[in-house]
């Protein structure tokens, strides 16, 4: 149990247009789900912390315009980079917390790989 | 604030062999959890071991075993019997009111 799924799993897209990511609890209900980047060979950084059905919290130094993060759902975050730029280019992790007994532990998607041209 | 230090960009063992992977950490939460989370190649994040930071008892999984030193604010991840299958970069994580990583150890393992 406990399976995170994300989508897409890689993305090439032009400068100046805007990608979406989906992020899915598959079969529990995640009340809390993080975003995070992840550069080559380095660590995961914390961009917001997304709670469903209010607005994310965003980690200083990250923009709130520029990354939009949506928690329709007990099950559903999305991130869309708007506008991306090459320097947006990197791995984007998103991660659910289950709650109850196993509340601080965080179960991780897969990651979608961002290339933007 | 938390913080989390992996001192040890990379770190080889022989298969077979044990090898420790160092953490420490700092944190102002009373109440806090440490976790050691793996990343193969594929880039998914695996859950190795957590530790809960009002336990004494040091964590364990089947090869994977914590030394805590809570005092020292010290958290090394052991990994006995070690496996081709080991290789990967490892992270050391710390939650007290978000999930806070170290730079990662990437762990070669040599047959």
């Known amino acids: 149990g406990a399976v995170v799924s994300q989508h897409p799993s890689w993305v090439i897209c032009k400068s100046g247009t805007s990608v979406k990511i ?42 709130k315009d520029k990354f939009l993060i949506n928690h329709a759902s007990l ?9 991306a730029h090459p320097e947006d280019s990197s791995f984007y992790i998103c991660s659910a917390n289950a709650g109850g007994h196993r509340g601080n532990e965080q179960f991780f998607g897969p990651g979608t790989r961002l290339t933007v041209l | 604030a938390q913080t989390v230090t992996q001192s040890q960009p990379e770190m080889s063992v022989q298969e077979a062999e044990t090898v420790t992977l160092s953490c420490t950490y700092d944190t102002s939460e009373s109440d806090y959890y440490l976790f050691w989370y793996k990343q193969p190649p594929s880039r998914q994040m695996i859950l190795v071991i ?31 019997d070690s496996q081709l299958g080991d290789a990967a970069m490892y992270f ?12 990662g150890t990437i762990l070669r393992v040599k047959s």
């Open chain 1, 75 to 83: 099950t559903l975050s999305t991130l869309t980079v708007t506008s």
């Open chain 2, 50 to 80: 957590r530790q809960e930071a009002y336990k004494q008892q040091n964590a364990t999984e089947n090869r994977f075993s914590v030394n805590f030193q809570k005092a020292a604010k010290s958290f090394s991840l052991k990994i006995s």
């Open chain 1, 22 to 63: 989906e992020c899915r609890s598959l079969d529990f209900q995640a009340t809390t789900m993080f975003w995070y980047r992840q550069f080559p060979k380095q660590s995961l950084m914390l961009m917001a912390t997304s709670n469903e059905g209010s607005k994310a919290t965003y980690e200083q130094g990250v923009e």
């Open chain 2, 92 to 103: 050391c994580a710390s939650y007290g009111n978000k999930l806070v990583f170290g730079a």
